[in-house]
C-alpha cells in the first residue's frame, strides 16, 4: 500500500514512556498535522518518522516495505525545523544547493534544481545573498528550499513558522498550502498552532501526552469532537463549557436549561448517553448572538475587547460560571452590562462525566 503506516509506535526515554502506541495511516500525497499542546510527543513523533530517533516498540512501513530500521536517507525525508540554521558564509544558492553537493550531484545538474526551487519559493533575486541580509521569511523559504532540494518523498516540518511574526506566519502558511497544492508531497508537519492545523491539514491528528486523542478533517474535528480535549484546542477563543443539572432525556434529546436560561433541546446520541450526572455543554464563542427581546440567557460583561471586526465579550452566567461570546462586528458594550443572548442549541456539544462527547452526530 502507498503512504506511510505507523503500527503501535512507543518511544521512552529512559523510565518515561514518551509516545505511547501511536498508530496511524497516512496516504501518499496528504498533508498532516499534528497538533497539542507543548511537550506532549510531536517533535519525538517526528523525529522516530524521521528515523532521526530510534522507536522502543512497533513498526514503520513506507509503501508496504517495513521501514522501522531504515535511515532518515532510505526513507527519503527531509525535515524543516523551527530554527532553520542556513549556513551564514553560504549563498542562498549554495545553501539550497548543498545537500547535492554533499550527495556528488554534478555541478550543472544543481544548478538546474536550485533555479527550479528558486522559481517554485520566488528566491530568484535573492540568490546571491548571504542569510543575513534576508527577512525572517525568505530565511524559512531557503530553508524549504534547501529541504525540497533532493526531491523528498515524506516531508516533515517541526513548528516550521513559530519563529516569524503574526502576520508573516499568516502569509507562509498560505505560501506552504500553495507549495503542497503544486508538489503534491507527503507532508507531516508539527505545531502547537490550531490555526496552522485547521488551515493546512487534509487530516488533522490532536495528540495529548502520547497518544493520539482524535484524528479527521479539520472541520470533522472541529464540529465533531471526540471528547473535551479536542473541542478545547480547536478554535479561538476557546469554547465554553458549562456544568448544567437537572437536565432529562425526552426522545433523542436532552431537555436543559443553562443557569438562569430558558429551557433548550440538544440532540445527544442514545447509545453514547449512558448516565446524566455531571453533564457540560460545549458551546463555541460563536455560536451565541445578542437577543433582540429579554429572553434566553442573561450574561454579565466583565471585559469587552473590541477587534474591529469582531467583539470578544468576557462574562459570567447567574452562577458565576464564566462564559466567553464572540459577536461578529462592533457592538456597544462595557464591563458591568447585563444582556440577553440566544445559544445555536443545535451547535451544542454535551459531554458526559468523563469527558466524552455524547452529542448526536449529524453527517458532514
Ligand atoms: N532526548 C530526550 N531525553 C529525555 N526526554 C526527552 C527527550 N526529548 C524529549 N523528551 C521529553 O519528551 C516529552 C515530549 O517532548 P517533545 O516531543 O519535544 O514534545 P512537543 O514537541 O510536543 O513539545 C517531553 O516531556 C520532553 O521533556
Ligand atoms: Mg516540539
Given at each position: 500500500m502507498?503512504?506511510l ?5 512507543r518511544?521512552s526515554?529512559?523510565a518515561?514512556?514518551v509516545i505511547?502506541g501511536?498508530s496511524?495511516s ?7 498535522v499534528?497538533v497539542?499542546?507543548?511537550g506532549?510527543?510531536k517533535?519525538?513523533?517526528?523525529r522516530c518518522?524521521?528515523?532521526?530517533e530510534?522507536i522502543?516498540?512497533g513498526s514503520?512501513s513506507?509503501?508496504g ?9 532510505e526513507?527519503g525525508v527531509a525535515?524543516?525545523?523551527q530554527?532553520?540554521a542556513?549556513?551564514?558564509?553560504m549563498?542562498v544558492a549554495?545553501n ?8 556528488g ?5 544543481i544548478?538546474t534544481r ?10 530568484e533575486e ?6 543575513k541580509?534576508?527577512s525572517?521569511?525568505q530565511?524559512?523559504r ?6 525540497l532540494?533532493?526531491?523528498p518523498?515524506?516531508?516533515l ?5 513559530s519563529n516569524?511574526d503574526?502576520?508573516l506566519r499568516?502569509e507562509?502558511?498560505?505560501e506552504?498550502?500553495?507549495l503542497?497544492?503544486?508538489l503534491?508531497n507527503t507532508?507531516?508537519y508539527?505545531?502547537h498552532d490550531?490555526?496552522e492545523?485547521m488551515?493546512?491539514?487534509?487530516r488533522i491528528?490532536v ?12 472541520l470533522?474535528?472541529f464540529?465533531?469532537p471526540?471528547n473535551?480535549f479536542?473541542a ?11 456544568r448544567i443539572?437537572?437536565?432529562r432525556r425526552?426522545?433523542?434529546?436532552l431537555?436543559?436549561s443553562l443557569?438562569?436560561?430558558e429551557?433548550m433541546r ?7 448517553a449512558t ?5 457540560e455543554?460545549?458551546i463555541r ?5 445578542l437577543?433582540t427581546?429579554?429572553t ?7 471585559v469587552?475587547?473590541q477587534?474591529g471586526?469582531e467583539t470578544?465579550?468576557?462574562?459570567h ?8 461570546v464572540r ?6 458594550f462595557s464591563?458591568g452590562?447585563k444582556?440577553w443572548?440566544?445559544?445555536a ?9 468523563n469527558g466524552l ?7 458532514q
Amino acid at each position: 500500500m502507498a503512504g506511510l503506516e505507523l503500527n503501535n509506535i512507543r518511544k521512552s526515554y529512559g523510565a518515561t514512556e514518551v509516545i505511547r502506541g501511536v498508530s496511524l495511516s497516512v496516504k501518499e500525497g496528504e498533508f498532516v498535522v499534528l497538533v497539542g499542546p507543548s511537550g506532549c510527543g510531536k517533535s519525538t513523533l517526528l523525529r522516530c518518522i524521521a528515523g532521526l530517533e530510534p522507536i522502543s516498540s512497533g513498526s514503520f512501513s513506507q509503501d508496504g516495505h517495513d521501514v522501522t530500521g531504515a535511515t532518515p536517507v532510505e526513507r527519503g525525508v527531509a525535515m524543516v525545523f523551527q530554527s532553520y540554521a542556513l549556513y551564514p558564509h553560504m549563498t542562498v544558492a549554495e545553501n539550497i544547493g548543498f545537500g547535492m553537493k554533499i550527495a556528488g550531484d554534478k555541478p550543472a545538474a544543481i544548478t538546474t534544481r536550485v533555479r527550479e526551487i528558486a522559481k517554485l519559493l520566488k528566491l530568484e533575486e535573492l540568490l546571491a545573498r548571504k542569510p543575513k541580509a534576508l527577512s525572517g521569511g525568505q530565511r524559512q523559504r531557503v530553508a524549504i528550499g534547501r529541504a525540497l532540494a533532493r526531491k523528498p518523498r515524506l516531508f516533515l516540518f517541526d513548528e516550521p513558522l513559530s519563529n516569524l511574526d503574526a502576520s508573516l506566519r499568516a502569509e507562509m502558511r498560505v505560501e506552504l498550502a500553495k507549495l503542497h497544492a503544486s508538489l503534491g508531497n507527503t507532508m507531516i508537519y508539527v505545531t502547537h498552532d490550531q490555526v496552522e492545523g485547521m488551515t493546512l491539514a487534509d487530516r488533522i491528528v490532536v495528540m495529548n501526552s502520547g497518544i493520539v486523542e482524535q484524528h479527521g478533517a479539520p472541520l470533522e474535528l472541529f464540529n465533531q469532537p471526540d471528547n473535551k480535549f479536542v473541542a478545547s484546542f480547536l478554535g479561538q477563543p476557546r469554547i465554553n463549557f458549562i456544568r448544567i443539572s437537572g437536565a432529562r432525556r425526552e426522545d433523542a434529546d436532552l431537555l436543559l436549561s443553562l443557569p438562569g436560561g430558558e429551557p433548550m433541546r440538544v440532540p445527544i446520541d442514545a447509545a453514547r448517553a449512558t448516565s446524566l450526572d455531571s453533564l457540560e455543554i460545549g458551546i463555541r464563542p460563536e455560536d451565541i448572538t445578542l437577543s433582540t427581546s429579554e429572553t434566553g440567557l442573561p450574561i454579565t460583561v466583565d471585559v469587552v475587547e473590541q477587534l474591529g471586526n469582531e467583539t470578544i465579550l468576557y462574562g459570567h452566567l447567574r452562577d458565576a460560571q464564566q462564559m466567553v461570546v464572540r459577536l461578529t462586528g462592533q457592538a456597544n458594550f462595557s464591563g458591568g452590562d447585563k444582556a440577553w443572548f440566544k445559544i445555536a442549541a443545535e451547535r451544542a456539544l454535551v459531554f458526559d462525566q468523563n469527558g466524552l462527547n455524547i452529542g448526536r452526530r449529524s453527517a458532514q
